[in-house]
């Protein structure tokens, strides 16, 4: 449990919600994808919904997010259209990338979702474009880059690492640390456990929290983002968490010996939507009848959605080429 004195109603609602709408959706999207409806390959993000949740909430809405393949969670959690998304995953005209981008394409610039990329560290140079651009403009944006713990390998993450440093910039460098990069665990690739202590050589200030406490992930990214937004420049936040699924599907793939059942088994006993509303019921902050009523109304906006989706048009074979530049 955080040892910090606990945000306010209103924020520990709002925390709930995003992780909730996350996994609800990611549910959603285990029970369909078998339909072969949706063609694109998807990357899931359940057990690792705080991550998402707990720094956006922290976020105005102006703000920038650029998300990795593993995007769903950075889509809703920065407000993305739920509509759009179930469109952009069935391959309709009206999704949030007309079609064409899928499930690991997601955007909404509206709210600042800026896009999300496959490519391993593809994200983290445009958070710190964005933030250099940002500190250019006058502004009090503050720019946000998702990864993975296997993008701190490549070294574009150093070299946006010193950059940013460099200049100061308003940027929050999350690394999703979930211990696999797709099937090898951390301890086979690096010798430094924590990956919030590479900034260390930079100048880059690093905080290391359990993904599952999305209180504490988003205490930590409040005091990161101030920071950020008042001319003291980047910071590292590693979210150590767990994803449930396999590197890219629905199922559970602890068969392939990469891992354990047991393991996989700890995690889920450490599930970060349960441990909010377990502190809701202790703490008699919302009863059980009012936390079924938020996943019934969400779970009505998810079906809604799919069901828009599947009513709406699939491109046009003249507009393949368009809005590629």
Known sequence: MTQNPLPSKEILLELYRRMLLIREVEEKIVQVYPQQEIRCPTHLSIGQEAAASGV???LRRDDYVFGTHRCHSHYLA?????KQMFSEL???ANGCAKGKGGSMHLVDPSQGMMGSSAIVGGTI???AGAALAAKMQGTDRVAVAFFGDGATEEGVFHESLNFAALKKLPVIFV?????????????ARQVIASIADHGKIYGVPGAAVEGVNVIDVYQTAAEMVARARTGGGPSILECRAYRWKEHVGHNYDFHLGYRTKEELDAWINRCPVCFIEKLFLEKKL???NEL?????SIRGAIDDAIAFAKASPFPEPEDMMTEIY
Do not use: M, W
């Open 175 to 187: 690394c999703e640390n979930n211990f696999f990069a797709t099937h090898t665990p951390l301890s």
């Open 292 to 296: 079924g009523g938020i996943r019934a």
């Open 56 to 58: 956006t909430t922290a």
């Open 286 to 288: 919302v009863s059980e």
């Open 125 to 127: 140079p445009l958070a």
């Open 90 to 92: 069935y391959g309709r």
């Open 78 to 82: 920065k407000g993305g259209d739920l």
